[in-house]
């Protein structure tokens, strides 16, 4: 075995279990507004841009997960954008977050969780900015080492997790990257996916919790390729169409 891979190994269970110890309280909290929001028949969003969106698709229909999380997508914000590089230039586009929520359908008293690593590119702390102004409630998912060792790039002047209601520190370091390994400059493997996952299926846990003492079912799904389980996920799909936006 690689001894890089080891202390990788390492790193991830190590960030793993600082998220477990120091960010339940935010988590909980997280997981409460949703709970709010889909008890007030609201409607649940998440955004990430470029490799932040693979914590958006974590939540979004799949097995095990919340049937009511609609993501906010853009082709230019995927990875699968060509040429990759324009994804660096959308996330700093202004006006273009104003764009994307105007189109989203997002409407006051709903909610949005936004994942950015660093916090700092304008295509987040805008949207964070106009789903405020529109009476969302907005949580994020930050690097907080990395995110207070940068500077804004908005024209606002502020970071992302200045605008959020509340954040959750997804305990990365600088750069994101954790891993130094000699003869090479730069540093590799990031933290910021396993740590995401994680902290996106504990808001899921606490989510379902919080309606099960309501009484109420978690809409959950369950895999696509369990017998039966795609009449179950289509009734799903029915009950709430009226807070499912990505069909």
């Keep these: 075995m690689s001894k890089h891979i080891r202390e990788y190994q390492e790193k991830l269970i190590n960030v793993i279990s600082k998220i477990y110890d ?7 909290k997280v997981a409460q507004m949703m709970t709010e929001t889909i008890l007030k028949n609201k409607s649940i969003y998440a955004f990430g841009p470029s490799h932040a969106g693979m914590i958006v698709e974590e939540m979004v229909y799949r097995a095990g997960g919340l049937a009511l999380v609609n993501p906010i997508h853009a ?7 060509r040429p990759i ?4 230039s959308m996330e700093r586009l202004p006006g273009y977050a104003t764009v994307l929520i105007k189109a989203s359908g997002i409407k006051k008293d709903d909610f949005l969780l936004i994942h950015s690593v660093s916090a700092r590119i304008p295509i987040v702390i805008e949207m964070a900015i106009k789903a405020k102004e529109i009476g969302v409630r907005v949580a994020g998912i930050v690097n907080m080492d990395f995110a207070t060792k940068v ?4 024209s606002s002047g502020k970071m992302m997790y200045e ?31 396993v740590a995401g996952a994680f902290i996106v299926n504990s808001i899921v846990i606490r989510v379902c919790e919080n309606l099960i003492k309501k009484d109420t079912e978690p809409p959950i799904f369950r895999s696509a390729n369990i ?17 499912i936006h990505y069909m």
Excluded: H, M, W
């Design 22 to 28: 120091t960010q339940q309280k935010n988590i909980d």
């Design 151 to 154: 500077t804004s790039l908005d």
């Design 85 to 88: 590089s324009i994804t660096t």
């Design 75 to 81: 082709a230019a914000l995927l990875p699968n954008a």
């Design 227 to 243: 017998d039966g389980s795609n009449e179950f996920n289509l009734q799903l799909l029915e009950k709430y169409k009226d807070r």
């Design 163 to 193: 605008v959020c209601d509340i954040v959750i520190d997804n305990c990365g370091e600088l750069g994101d990257a954790c891993i130094s390994i000699e003869g090479l400059p730069q540093k590799v493997a990031p933290t910021s996916t």
